[in-house]
């Protein structure tokens, strides 16, 4: 059964930090490509960042020199890291796993971000 866990979502501050994790299980995990989207009320859902196999990584251009993704490979996990958060910032964050090769992609059941004073 694959599973994909995200944590780390919260209130915050605007200027503040958070890091969002995505755990993952049942999938072979250094073979997928791994990305973080999110949703906001009424929107659709965007593309914040994808990080490859080889470890190269793909940032939303409004979010560039706020966001950072990174992956841990021998822990199957992977990270969001978001400094100097804005109001426009809060969204619904969900980890989302797709094979290098042909296959299904994967969901996680996604984590609130909220940053307000």
């Known amino acids: 059964q694959v599973q994909l866990v995200e944590s780390g979502g919260g209130l915050v501050q605007p200027g503040g930090s958070l890091r969002l994790s995505c755990q993952a299980s049942?999938?072979?995990?250094?073979?997928?490509?791994m990305g973080w989207y999110r949703q906001a009320p009424g929107k659709q859902r965007e593309l914040v960042a994808s990080?490859?196999?080889?470890?190269?990584?793909d940032v939303a251009g409004a979010l560039k020199g706020r966001f950072t993704i990174s992956r841990d490979d021998a822990k199957n996990m992977a990270y969001l890291q978001m400094n100097s958060l804005k109001p426009e910032d809060s969204a619904v964050y969900y980890c989302?796993?797709?094979?290098?090769?042909?296959?299904?992609?994967?969901w996680g059941q996604g984590t609130q971000v909220t940053a307000s004073s």
């Open positions: 989302n796993a797709r094979p290098y090769s042909s296959g299904r992609e994967y």
């Open positions: 049942g999938i072979v995990f250094r073979l997928y490509t």
């Open positions: 990080i490859s196999i080889g470890g190269n990584t």
